[in-house]
Every structure is written in structure tokens, then in C-alpha cells.
């Protein structure tokens, strides 16, 4: 109950945390790539954490490295999620962090007046949610340290946002170097991320 209370706190922070950076950023234009990568990447943290909390990713997450940690035995991982999820909560689950990564991506861009390959930049950000899934179970077996199970909990949201960020390639709209591959891309992602709502 405590580091369900703990986890609940840390996040609440985090979100208040890059939602003051967003507000203070927002004052400023950024006027080189660290600045857009550092602003974009905030957005993008923000609506993983967002899209995780909508489908219940934590919680998930959370039981996730449990198994890994050696807390819970694999016939019990699989006779929780037999019990809570059905066939089609995994896919849920999956992209739930991505999604919101690419939803936080494309309105930080609106407001910075940004461009870039959202549908790599979503794609990648899946790739991110498994790959933290992947690389959070290696760190906990590799050394046996529960007191990590938390933060693996968090590194899918982390490795989503940042996949994201970086496949976006966010280039200025006035930018001669935007490419008609990466705008055209942008009016049909953002279809096919509404078309998502879960």
C-alpha cells in the first residue's frame, strides 16, 4: 500500500515538475536543437505518463518486476493476468505510454511550431515500451536488487519518450529542410492517433 501511495506521489511530481518546465519553456522560444529536444522530450514524458496511467500501465509495470525481481513466480504472473487482463488488454498496455508520447510530441509541436515524423516518432516510442520492459527484467535478475523494482516500473515511460523524441527528428515549420515525407506524415498520424482513444 505505502509504495503504491510512494508511486502514485512520484508520479503526480513528475507530471507538476515538467508541466512548470513546459510553462517556463513556453516563455521562451527554444532556439537550438538541445532546447527543442529538451522541451519536446518534456511534452513527450508528460503524455507517457499520461497514456500509462490511462490503460492501467503501471499497475502492470509494477507486477512485471515483481516476476523479474523473483517476488512472483511465472505461473503466478500469468494467473494475475489471466484474472485482470483479457487478450486484448496487452496491446492496450503496449501502446497506451506510446501513444500518449506521440499525443505530447504533437501538441508541444503546435505550440513551438515544430514539425516532424510523428508516425516514426510513434513507432519508436513501441519499441521504447518494450525495450524498458526488456532492459528493467535484465537489471533486476542481473543484480537482484529490489530496492530497483520502482524505477523499473518508470523506464518504459522514460525509454518511450525518449525513442520518440529522437525518431521525430523535429525540424522548424519555416525550415527549408523539412521534408514532404515527414510534413505529409503528420496530418495522418494525428488521425490514426485519435482513431486510438482508449
Not at 15 to 24: K, S, W
Not at 154 to 171: K, M, T
Request: hydrophobic share 45%.
Amino acid at each position: 500500500m505505502i509504495q503504491k501511495v510512494f508511486q502514485v506521489f512520484l508520479i503526480v511530481s513528475i507530471g507538476i515538475v515538467l508541466t512548470g518546465t513546459l510553462n517556463t519553456s513556453a516563455q521562451n522560444q527554444p532556439s537550438n536543437d538541445n532546447g527543442e529536444f529538451a522541451v519536446l522530450f518534456s511534452g513527450a514524458v508528460l503524455g507517457a505518463t499520461l497514456g500509462a496511467l490511462s490503460v492501467g500501465f503501471f499497475e502492470f509495470s509494477s507486477e512485471w518486476a515483481s516476476y523479474c525481481s523473483g517476488k512472483l513466480s511465472a505461473q503466478e504472473l500469468v494467473k494475475r493476468h489471466e484474472e485482470r487482463y483479457t487478450s486484448w488488454s496487452f496491446p492496450s498496455l503496449m501502446l497506451g505510454p506510446a501513444v500518449g508520447a506521440a499525443a505530447g510530441i504533437v501538441v508541444v509541436s503546435q505550440f513551438y511550431g515544430l514539425e516532424g515524423n510523428i508516425g516514426r516518432g510513434f513507432a519508436r516510442g513501441v519499441v521504447g515500451v518494450g525495450a524498458g520492459l526488456g532492459a528493467g527484467c535484465f537489471l533486476l535478475r542481473a543484480t537482484k536488487w529490489s530496492a530497483l523494482e520502482f524505477i523499473v516500473t518508470v523506464l518504459p515511460i522514460g525509454w518511450a519518450a525518449f525513442g520518440a523524441v529522437d525518431s521525430y527528428n523535429a525540424q522548424s515549420r519555416s525550415s527549408p529542410h523539412m521534408s514532404d515525407e515527414q510534413a505529409s506524415s503528420l496530418p495522418s498520424m494525428s488521425l490514426t492517433l485519435w482513431s486510438l482513444r482508449f
